[in-house]
């Protein structure tokens, strides 16, 4: 299978701090990788380096095999993501501002563009509340409008930084129901970092751990669940001890 | 692709509506200064160049709000176009498309360009219809460092030039801001700092008659030595400019904003966002 992220030997030094030692792994097309860690591990660092935000001190990190540092806006043009929080305009509809963010979609004339916004609005079950304002919007709805945003470019692999955060179980279930139905119907391969391992678990096919900017294990999900006995949180507690 | 940049730059500015409040303040400053040029001409003689006419209303009312209500406004769209944006994450979406970070720059600086611009064109034309409306018909009329009275083509020359300058130099002093918008990491810092840059300036502005205090106003050392502050050139230097004494204001505010729009450029493209 194509590796479609391949960090290599990165690492990243913060305020005199390593965040990131150097780490190694690789992502393949239409996985659905699990990034966790405890709080301060780097997770949110190693999004910001491979979505062009921040780079890194050493090392490489690949996207579709074009290197994000060397190459940037080749590397990032099949790339989705969502680091921290999505950020709209509040005060416009969701629509519009999907409108104004789909002109930087290049090789597409405004017409493809608008019918492009439809489609990302119908995907993630905005189209009857696209005219609504932002502000209106509840967490849920606005995480799925961040995701819709992420969706605009046609991208190979979505990147999403906590994408649970602050949901209710509602807005999670439709979360996970959208990441799965995009991954079945779009092969879209999606690298998510989250606290939430229950959430994880139902979806994810890979899981790295990290800790203080280390890797502790990479691997897919059925060799790392093969003890029944075992939930995630008891494997993450034990490879965080 | 650069152009759909540039319309996406564009749109986004006018969903601010504190953009659009800014628009609609210059006709109410607009109106203040026609209360106050009603005033005055109480007291003037119609050859005094406080008199305001309709034929000189548009460059006195600019002269009076430069410095003020449009320094206020650059400082606003500056905070809003790249400080919000650049600090608060609303870039984050741009920065993590595969566009040109240097071209999005070019982009977001035309759009402020072409918006103070705007400004000043909507400024030009509402008080040319109050002066038309609201103040005396005039045939002549007097010029800022000029002798005598001057015709309608005299007036729109030294018009035309005072405005360019006027311009130059709310360009400049945006320039400025927004390199302070991109370094400062809290709107405090921005405005602190762009209110320190103002107060530093008025005080050079205070300082230099009296290192050359054997020297007259105009004389060109310490015309000179003035050309460096954006608030002397928006406070005498644009009428200067436009009665032909110098123009050294001219060339020291595109010197000024070459040398902040290259830092600025730096700033902003800097592989560490977000860091």
């Known amino acids: 299978m194509k590796s479609i992220i391949e960090v290599q030997n990165v690492s990243k030094t913060l305020n005199k701090r390593k965040v990131i030692q150097n780490m190694t792994f690789n992502i393949m097309k239409g996985d659905i990788c699990g990034f966790i860690g405890p709080n301060g591990a780097g997770k949110t660092t190693l999004m910001k380096m491979a979505t062009g935000l921040i780079k890194p001190n050493d090392g490489e990190i690949l996207i ?6 060397k190459d940037r806006e080749k590397a990032l043009s099949g790339v989705g993501a969502i680091i921290e929080v999505p950020v709209f305009f509040e005060y416009i509809s969701g629509r519009k501002n999907l409108r104004n963010l789909a002109r930087l979609n290049s090789g597409m004339d405004r017409k493809e563009q608008l019918n492009k916004v439809e489609e990302v609005l119908e995907l993630v079950g905005l189209k009857d509340r696209g005219n609504d304002l932002v502000k209106n919007y509840s967490l849920g709805m606005k995480q ?61 096919n890979k899981y790295i751990f990290i800790k203080e900017g280390c890797i502790k294990w990479v691997g897919d999900a059925d060799s790392l669940l093969m003890d029944k006995e075992k939930d995630l949180e008891e494997i993450f507690l034990d490879l965080m001890a | 692709m650069f152009k759909s940049l540039f319309i996406y730059e564009f749109e986004k500015f006018w969903f601010k509506k504190i953009n659009v409040v800014c628009f609609i303040a210059i006709l109410i400053v607009n109106f203040l200064a026609l209360k106050f040029a009603l005033q005055s001409n ?41 400080h919000e944006e650049y600090r608060k994450g609303y870039l984050r979406m741009t920065f993590t498309r595969g566009i040109s970070i240097s071209k999005l720059y070019i982009a977001k600086s035309l759009v402020m360009c072409l918006n103070i611009f705007l400004i000043i064109l909507i400024h030009c034309i509402v008080s040319l219809l109050f002066a038309l409306i609201f103040l005396p018909k005039a045939n002549v009329s ?24 006027a311009y130059l130099s709310l360009l400049t002093f945006g320039s ?6 991109i370094k400062c990491k809290s709107i405090a810092g921005v405005l602190g700092l762009s209110l320190g840059f103002v107060f530093l300036n008025i005080v050079y502005i205070a300082y230099v008659p009296i290192v050359f205090k054997n020297y007259a106003d105009s004389d060109p050392i ?8 954006t ?22 505010m595109i010197i000024i904003f070459l040398i902040f729009k290259s830092l600025s450029y730096l700033a902003f493209t800097n592989k560490h966002y977000l860091e």
């Open chain 1, 64 to 69: 579709n095999g074009i290197d994000v540092q």
């Open chain 1, 144 to 204: 799925r409008l961040g995701i819709a945003q992420s969706l605009l470019n046609n991208p190979s692999i979505v990147i999403l930084d906590e994408p649970s955060n602050g949901l209710d179980p509602v807005g999670m279930k439709d979360l996970r129901e959208l990441i799965l139905s995009l991954a079945k119907k779009f092969e879209i391969t999606f690298f998510i970092s989250s606290h939430l391992l229950d959430e994880l678990q139902k979806i994810c």
């Open chain 2, 42 to 82: 109480k007291t003037a003689e119609m050859t005094d160049i406080v008199f305001s006419s309709s034929l000189n209303f548009h460059i006195t009312s600019l002269q009076e709000m430069l410095i003020t209500a449009f320094n206020a406004i650059v400082i606003t769209f500056c905070i809003l176009s790249f």
């Open chain 2, 142 to 165: 007097p010029l800022f460092f000029k002798e005598g009275l001057y015709s309608v083509i005299d007036v729109i020359l030294f018009s035309i030039k005072y405005y360019i300058l």
């Open chain 2, 176 to 181: 400025i801001i927004e390199f302070l918008s």
């Open chain 2, 222 to 229: 310490v015309l000179n030595y003035s050309s460096i502050s």
């Open chain 2, 231 to 252: 608030m002397f050139i928006q406070a005498k230097g644009a009428a200067y400019f436009a009665a032909e004494i110098t123009d050294v204001f001219l060339y020291s």
